[in-house]
């Protein structure tokens, strides 16, 4: 396979920041977006603040907001986020809106994502046994209900395994029409977010390799996935940080907690 | 009637051992930690959690061994990951956990709000949430048309008969807590109850349960209560005690009282990692101190003052005049 040799090099940005802003980029604008904990939470202020400023966000606590929290938040409960919110109300509220198929995009994390996109957050297994894991929360919900998701991950073969051992959040199943065969009623992984590239899905349900990021070539992304992971025929670059985006992830996150 | 209590007589009274409380409605804001701390010196045992998340309040309770059972969608600590606590117990056998999603949580919460044995959902549908899980079976829609997104009309076609396709359902069961332990900002004597910020699952969670304990920060007159009615969130005839408990929720925060310590949530990570250092995190912070006065004074008269509000911030006025 040709390859370009890489020559390592500093970059201007952090790992974090790249993927929050792959994450941010996901967001089109005016879209309703359910926006998970932990990095979504500042891929949403980013995509905002940049190309998508009509974006709306959901968050399971209750809160939609059409403007980004005015200060940096590590949950999405923190006052700020309450701050001149648009609404404030119940968890049972924005369940339905994601349920009667009004949320575009849900954003999640995962221990565990897999060839079809399922996601593990309940239990791994290792050479030492389970590891008990924080379990769902909402992640379940929105792999269910949104009209689809995104995944952000640190790219491993343990992270990436060819199937999880529990499926917490459905993907693609075991590939194409098993989410209709079990009755859920649209969506679906549109792209899996790691610390080395970018995965997205064909028709048949299976991910494919879509992009490396800057300094990574694809033997290494093979190399570290826990599957043969079939490769787009033309394997793009993870686009870099816009001085734009870079300003805003640090004028929010100004210590880097979520990006460092 | 006033059903004012003392933090103590109102865990004394109402959460008796094996009792299954909701805590932690709210999400991460106006988690009842002053109450959870009161069970925890009460040696509360055999209990049972419900709750969407728990941010580390079901994890030190777990640590001092009050709970049996685990009913949520997610136990951790928010901003940090992992809750040692309930990761130990869960992986060494010693806590049942029913694993929920968040959306399951407030659906079986409110089924039982309104008095229905179950509600149906489209979620969770080819998930191992749902697999071997007490509180979801599989449904079919008794309706043939549905109500739901793509509905056969759209996807039918002109002039052709639309496709009719049972719609697959979860049922999620309904689930009555003995106990709900709300705090919020401010209640009257009798439970009334304003609440503002994020409500999660509380009201469906207040309506489900048998007892409701109110901790506010302020007690106030009906009188304020009822100026201003759209905020009222618990009517008192729910509620069975109601206990005054100024920075009762502290780490976590209260909507226009006090910011979320989260020093106080990365330092509870560092120093819980294993059982002992728990214990001792426990006999610091919950055994060692009488009362939440007494743990306010332990955290420091500066460290509340930099958690207070830096910038008030009041809603426009409502007139209810007519």
């Known amino acids: 396979m040709a390859m370009t040799t890489v020559i390592p090099e500093r970059r201007a940005y952090t790992p974090g920041e790249l993927m929050v802003v792959s994450a941010a980029r996901e967001i089109r604008d005016g879209e309703i977006v359910f926006v998970g904990m932990r990095l979504p939470l500042i891929a949403f202020v980013v995509a905002k603040k940049t190309h998508a400023p009509n974006a709306v966000g959901l968050f399971e606590n209750g809160v939609i907001r059409c403007t980004p929290s005015p200060q940096l938040i590590y949950t999405m409960a923190d006052p700020a986020n309450i701050r001149n919110a648009t609404q404030c109300l119940d968890m049972l509220g924005v369940m339905s809106l994601l349920q009667s198929e009004r949320v575009h995009l849900g954003f999640l994390g995962a221990a565990e994502v897999d060839r079809f996109g399922n996601l593990n957050s309940t239990q791994v297994r290792g050479p030492k046994g389970v590891t008990r894991l924080p379990g769902s929360g909402g992640a379940c919900d929105i792999a269910s209900l949104a009209q689809r998701f995104v995944v952000l991950l640190e790219h491993s073969r343990e992270r990436l395994p060819e199937r999880v051992s529990y499926i917490t959040s459905p993907g693609n199943g075991d590939g194409q029409g098993w989410r209709q065969r079990v009755g859920l009623p649209r969506g679906g992984p549109a792209a899996v977010i790691t610390s080395k590239a970018v995965l997205r899905f064909g028709d048949d349900g299976e991910a494919y390799l879509s992009s490396t990021h800057p300094g990574v070539n694809v033997d290494e992304v093979l190399c570290h996935t826990g599957w043969p992971l079939r490769v787009s025929s033309e394997v793009m670059l993870t686009p870099e940080p816009s001085a734009e985006e870079l300003n805003a992830i640090r004028e929010y996150d100004k210590d880097g907690f979520w990006t460092k | ?322």
């Open chain 2, 1 to 322: 009637m006033s059903k004012l209590l003392t933090m103590r007589e109102a865990i004394r009274e109402l959460v008796p051992d094996g009792a299954s409380l909701a805590l932690g409605l709210q999400m991460e804001q106006m988690i009842p930690f002053a109450a959870g701390h009161e069970i925890i010196r009460q040696n509360k045992r055999g209990l049972t959690l419900i709750g969407p998340i728990s941010d580390i309040l079901f994890d030190q309770m777990i640590a001092a061994g009050c709970v049996e059972q685990v009913i949520a969608a997610w136990v951790g600590n928010v901003m940090m990951g992992s809750a040692y606590n309930f990761r130990r117990a869960v992986e060494q056998g010693g806590l049942k956990v029913v694993n929920l999603s968040n959306f399951a949580v407030a659906l079986a919460l409110q089924a039982a709000a309104m008095g229905v044995p179950f509600l149906p959902t489209r979620t969770a549908l080819g998930s191992d949430v749902a697999r071997g899980n007490e509180f979801f079976a599989k449904i079919d829609s008794p309706f043939e048309d549905s109500q739901s997104g793509e509905s056969s009309t759209r996807l039918g076609g002109r002039g052709r008969p639309p496709l009719r396709e049972q719609v697959k359902l979860h049922a999620v069961r309904a689930l009555s807590p003995d106990v709900a332990i709300v705090h919020l900002q401010r209640a009257d004597r009798d439970g009334n109850a304003h609440c503002w910020g994020n409500f999660g699952v509380m009201i469906e969670a207040v309506r489900a349960a048998r007892r409701v304990i109110v901790v506010a920060e302020e007690i106030v007159d009906g009188d304020v209560i009822a100026s201003d009615p759209n905020r009222t969130v618990i009517p008192g005839f729910l509620v069975s005690a109601v206990v005054a408990c100024s920075y009762g929720a502290h780490p976590s925060p209260v909507q226009g009282c006090y910011g979320r310590d989260n020093a106080f949530f990365r330092q509870y990570h560092e120093q819980t990692k294993t059982q002992a250092d728990s214990d001792a995190w426990l006999q610091h912070w919950v055994h060692s101190v009488a009362d939440r006065q007494a743990y306010m004074n332990q955290l420091g008269g500066c460290r509340v003052e930099g958690l207070g509000v830096k910038q008030h911030a009041y809603a426009a006025q409502t007139d209810f005049g007519y």
